[in-house]
Nanobody, 119 residues
Framework: QVQVAESGGGLVQPGGSLRLSCALS????????MGWFRQAPEKVREFVAS????????YYAAFARGRFTISGNGAKGTVTLQMNGLKPEDTAVYYC????????????WGQGTQVTVAS
């Protein structure tokens, strides 16, 4: 089992920045990829970014490329999502998820952290 916990959400003005953090515990040695997803009200959950555990490569959704940066630290068991140039349409609950080696889907999810971008 792997436990996932996010932190770092909040309220920020348009154009501002936030840094989301995700901490893993449990069988982290079975994890191959970490991802961030988000779900806005009345919308389906969408992919934001992912990183191979303990390093590259990284992948980004088109809306995130150039504004968001994902990074992983295997030694510390943490993954961060640095978000710059935030827009009101980035408002959503952001989820961190872990994928085990050999699996197609993300199996372990955090509880989510709210990000609100408003004046």
């Amino acid at each position: 089992q792997v436990q996932v916990a996010e932190s770092g959400g909040g309220l920020v003005q348009p154009g501002g920045s936030l840094r989301l953090s995700c901490a893993l515990s449990g069988r982290t040695d079975t994890v191959s990829d970490m991802g961030w997803f988000r779900q806005a009200p009345e919308k389906v959950r969408e992919f934001v970014a992912s990183v191979r555990w303990r390093g590259s490569p990284t992948y980004y959704a088109a809306f995130a490329r150039g504004r968001f940066t994902i990074s992983g630290n295997g030694a510390k068991g943490t993954v961060t999502l640095q978000m710059n140039g935030l827009k009101p349409e980035d408002t959503a609950v952001y989820y961190c998820a872990a994928k085990q080696d050999g699996q197609e889907e993300y199996d372990y999810w955090g509880q989510g952290t709210q990000v609100t971008v408003a004046s």
